[in-house]
């Protein structure tokens, strides 16, 4: 194996490793009220995950995309800024006689995470064990999310988590990665059916049944379940990363105009018959009519946004506390991009939100140049899934789309959701070697 | 191969990333400015906790309300109980009620009252400066009125009849605002005493108590009356006197007069009328009148609606008082004329605040002109050591409306002063004269109030007037006084007014 210097790597690292320090320089300095830099080995600890996960590209000859890393690490390095910012009580691990607060569990979670990323880039040779067995990452799927259904607790009305002893995990993370292979997979067969044969209803094309039904019964069932675990926001994800392959895959916009109109109709009717979601529908058109209600939630973030302005009130100097609470809720999951608008601005916004689009243009890029079919689809699949989440989240907090508890990838607390990003990035670094590779052994002249 | 539509999906995902930074410009840049200023901002509610908020005095330069900032926690100080339902109170917990919820802006000088300056200091992104205010109560007189009330339920209202600057307005029972507008992890358990208290401390009874006024109605349907040519003071109705013995009928319903209390029926006219309270008399007056009419002074009186005491821009509310039964906040039309009759006397359907029957007094002593009440008298720059600043930064006065000629008020106005004064009123309502409590030479005008409440509960105790009332005296102070189920007006209020405005007219020199 051929050492491949990733140098653009490395370089767009260098922020980085002098960033992180500072920052969490600068938040002791703003709590504690003396100059002086704090404890400082979350930080080092993170620097060096980011820059080892480099390396060990490095090491393993890793010719695959060099933006991917620094995106990510980018986007972990705001995360865990923010983290390391908020009070470490907030959530944390006791198990094995080891007692972590919040910001090291996520560094904990960001080891496990890059170790998964580096495994799934170097590790995956060939895309066969992916691609052959789609049926059984379907039934995989559809196991995971029966044993979330049988075994799962709630948190916050939602019932995701698996108790795993010393871990909780949340199936429905994974699933969306076993989901978009086997999208990728079935869509790579047939999609030639899929454009080819034309069956119209008046002006709209719709896809031959036959071919299409497998795949729309597979995704129904999905869909089913996850609606009925309440997870909204993971049934949004889903839906509209479906969408997306099947308009990558067929061309058609018919086809995502026609899955709108369902999507929009099945929630129509979700809003006429079930009062909770007219309640979030709700609050989400006039939160301000019950401030201090049912539209507490959204309303206190929109209050951070608004305290932030557009340069943000700094690291530890935001974030305004009642009675020795933070006034943001689920500061640390579903609303941690508000805190960092908050404390960091609309330009530190714009910044994180870049770091994603980097992300997802990247991986766009990625698909556009895979060699096969498969190959492209799967990278569109996990970009999709990757973006879509970023957005949802996001738009979610700004009240630009009712509101649904999903992480914001790479930034929120939580280790499902960092393994569960890391494998994706993974799996895009190595489609991306693989094209760079086949470029070398098959010019295309 | 899927590379072109991977561009075209690249394009509408740069829109989405396009319209979410949008929506994040939207709150963080455009409605940063309105977000930042509404109270339930958790930045207000955290600021306000640290917040100095200015000193209101009394109109003599009396602290009644302080504040003090320990520890980065803002705390409330107020210094006279008898204040709480007209000041209220600014608790970190529970809000701000009364004059501190009407001010908020002003006493934490988040507004400069001049608005020029307000933008300049926009501008320069200052500190807000507290602001002071002060009343147009004389604490002493607030006092005294206080003690007069004693331990009954009840309330006093005076007020200037001319400028219709507050003098006092006592609600009793009352409480002390200051251990819930302290620290606000200490201030439920007085709160939760105060909800559970069965006497009702937490409500503003001058304000927001409604009553049935009994015959001190008599006083508004004289004026009425007269104002609408519908009698003199020399009218009487021949089939009275018979009536005060046998009742008067009307639609089947026999009106009946109270206990005269051994005064031998007569034809009166509206003088001895008025002295003597009769029912019968007054019942023929209100039917004279009219349905339509009653309901049209009524509103011109500030009946049927909501109510204001001013300054206007940051009001204290009155509670609406109706003549009928109560619609959607207005009077519904006279079901008939029994309802009408009663009412003309007091009873029926009519539900009065004491300061809407003080307004009442006020009208009459202002020769048909019911001033706007108003209780702040003017802005102030806030000064560290509890002193009156010499700086008014705002002073506020008031207008008023004429309400009926200044002919039909002073014919009402002579039949009060003779139900104070006259052979028969004396027997009634002479507790109330002024000359009683060391006022020589001068006279006190008004009317006593029996409001029955039906079964066995006492009748509430009522007397509204004003002094000094004799030929050519301009009146200084007119009252409302009622004591809940304190029986006859004559025994209880009709005392307490007499002294309240006894006590006004030494204060002032008169």
Redesign the interface.
């Known amino acids: 194996m051929r050492i491949a210097w990733r140098g653009a790597e490395l370089r767009l690292l260098l922020p980085i490793i002098v960033l992180v320090p500072l920052g969490f320089a600068v938040t002791h300095i703003a709590l504690s009220g003396m100059f002086e830099p704090g404890p400082m080995e979350l930080a080092i600890g993170y620097v060096a995950i980011i820059v080892g996960a480099h390396f060990l590209l490095v090491a393993f000859g890793h010719r695959g995309d060099q933006l991917l890393l620094p995106a990510v690490g980018a986007m972990g390095a705001v995360g865990i800024v923010m983290l390391n910012r908020l009070p470490q009580d907030l959530a944390g691990t006791s198990a094995l006689g080891i007692e972590l607060g919040m910001a090291a569990t996520q560094l904990l979670w960001f080891a496990v995470g890059m170790v998964a990323m580096v495994a799934v880039a170097v590790g995956l040779r060939d895309d066969g064990i992916l691609r052959h067995y789609k049926y059984s990452w379907a039934a995989i799927g559809i196991l995971l999310l029966a044993a979330t259904v049988v075994f799962g607790y709630e948190v916050n009305g939602a019932r995701l988590w698996i108790d795993l002893g010393p871990v909780s995990v949340q199936p429905g993370e994974i699933l969306k990665i076993v989901l978009v292979i086997f999208i990728a997979a079935y869509l790579a067969e047939t999609?030639t059916l899929l454009t080819s044969a034309r069956l119209r209803i008046g002006p709209i094309s719709v896809p031959p049944l036959p071919y299409f039904l497998p795949m729309l019964a597979l995704f129904g069932i999905v869909m089913l379940i996850v609606v009925r675990l309440n997870d909204l926001g993971t049934a949004l994800l889903f839906f509209g990363t479906f969408l997306?392959m099947l308009?990558?895959?067929?061309?058609r916009r018919s086809y995502v105009l026609i899955g709108l109109v369902l999507f929009a109709a099945g929630f129509y009717v979700a809003y006429q018959l079930f009062g909770h979601v007219q309640a979030r529908v709700d609050v989400w058109l006039d939160p301000?009519a019950d401030?201090?209600g049912a539209g507490f939630q959204p309303?206190?973030a929109?209050?951070a946004?608004?305290?932030?302005?557009?340069f943000g009130e700094g690291l530890g100097q935001g974030l305004?506390?009642?009675?020795g609470n933070l006034?943001i809720p689920f500061v640390h999951t579903d609303f941690i991009f508000t805190a960092v608008?908050e404390e960091l601005?609309?330009l530190g916004?714009?910044a994180l939100?870049g770091f994603a689009?980097v992300l997802?243009?990247r991986g766009?890029r990625i698909?556009?140049?895979?060699r096969d079919?498969f190959s492209?689809?799967l990278a569109?699949g996990l970009t999709?899934s990757l973006?879509l989440q970023t957005?949802i989240i996001?738009?979610g907090n700004?009240?630009?789309i009712p509101l649904t508890g999903i992480t914001l990838p790479f930034v929120s607390y939580g280790g499902s959701s960092i393994l569960a990003s890391s494998i994706m990035v993974g799996l895009l670094l190595s489609i991306s070697h693989r094209t760079a590779v086949g470029a070398d052994v098959e010019p295309e002249a | 191969?899927?590379?072109?539509?991977?561009?075209?999906?690249?394009l509408y995902?740069?829109l989405?990333?396009a319209?979410?930074?949008a929506?994040?410009?939207?709150?963080?840049?455009l409605?940063?400015p309105?977000?930042?200023t509404?109270a339930?901002?958790?930045?207000v509610?955290?600021a306000r906790r640290s917040l100095l908020r200015g000193t209101i005095f009394d109109a003599t330069g009396q602290v009644l309300a302080t504040s003090q900032v320990i520890d980065g926690l803002s705390t409330r100080t107020y210094a006279d109980p008898a204040f709480t339902h007209v000041i209220g109170y600014s608790s970190l917990r529970f809000g701000s009620t009364g004059i501190e919820a009407a001010f908020e802006d002003v006493l934490v000088g988040r507004t400069d009252p001049n608005p020029i300056r307000d933008i300049v200091n926009d501008v320069l992104n200052r500190q807000p400066e507290p602001r002071d205010l002060s009343l147009t109560i004389d604490r002493r007189l607030q006092d005294f009125a206080a003690n007069e009330l004693g331990g009954d339920a009840g309330a006093v209202v005076a007020l200037d009849p001319i400028s219709g600057q507050i003098l006092a307005m006592v609600s009793v029972p009352s409480f002390d605002a200051t251990p819930i507008s302290g620290d606000?992890?200490v201030a439920q358990e007085p709160m939760d005493a105060l909800r559970g208290n069965e006497a009702e401390p937490l409500l503003a009874r001058a304000r927001q108590g409604r009553y049935v006024p009994g015959s001190i109605m008599k006083v508004f349907t004289t004026a009425a009356a007269l104002d609408a040519g519908v009698i003199t003071p020399d009218t009487t109705f021949a089939d009275q006197p018979e009536q005060e013995t046998n009742g008067f009928v009307v639609d089947g319903f026999p009106i009946r007069e109270h206990d005269l209390g051994g005064i031998a029926p007569s034809l009166w006219p509206l003088s001895e009328a008025l002295q003597v309270s009769s029912n019968i008399y007054f019942a023929h007056v209100g039917l004279e009148l009219g349905a339509e009419r009653f309901l049209e002074y009524a509103r011109q009186f500030g009946f049927c609606g909501p109510m204001q005491i001013g300054p206007l821009d940051r009001p204290l509310s009155v509670a609406p008082s109706y003549v009928t039964a109560a619609e959607n906040g207005e009077c519904s039309a006279f079901s008939g004329d029994v309802e009408l009759a009663t009412a003309a006397f007091g009873q029926g359907s009519v539900l009065a605040t004491p300061v809407q029957m003080a307004l009442l007094a006020a009208t009459i002593a202002g020769d048909g002109v019911m001033p706007q009440p108003y209780v702040v008298r003017d802005v102030r720059a806030h000064t560290d050591d509890g002193t009156l600043s010499q700086t008014v930064l705002d002073e506020f006065g008031s207008g008023g409306t004429r309400v009926i000629s200044t002919q039909a008020a002073r014919a009402t106005r002579t039949a009060m002063v003779d139900a104070v004064n006259g052979e028969l009123g004396r027997l009634y309502a002479g507790q109330a004269d002024v000359t009683l409590y060391g006022i020589g030479g001068q006279r006190s005008a008004g009317k006593t109030g029996t409001a029955q409440l039906g079964g066995e509960q006492a009748p509430h105790s009522w007397f509204i007037g004003f002094a000094p009332a004799q030929e050519g005296a301009t009146p200084q102070i007119a009252v409302a006084v009622l004591v809940e189920s304190g029986g006859s007006g004559s025994g209880r209020a009709a005392p307490i007014a007499g002294r309240v405005m006894a006590e006004y007219l030494r204060l002032s020199g008169g």
């Open positions: 999609r997306i308009f990558v895959a067929t061309g301000f401030p201090l309303v206190r929109l209050y946004f608004g305290r932030g302005g557009v305004v506390t009642l009675g006034t608008a601005g609309l916004a714009f939100l689009a997802v243009f766009l698909a556009a140049l895979a079919d492209g689809l569109v999709a973006g957005l996001i738009g700004t009240k630009l | 191969m899927i590379a072109t539509n991977v561009r075209r999906l690249g995902l740069m989405a990333f319209v979410v930074s929506s994040i410009a939207w709150w963080q840049v409605e940063a309105q977000l930042a509404r339930d901002n958790p930045e509610i955290a606000p992890d």
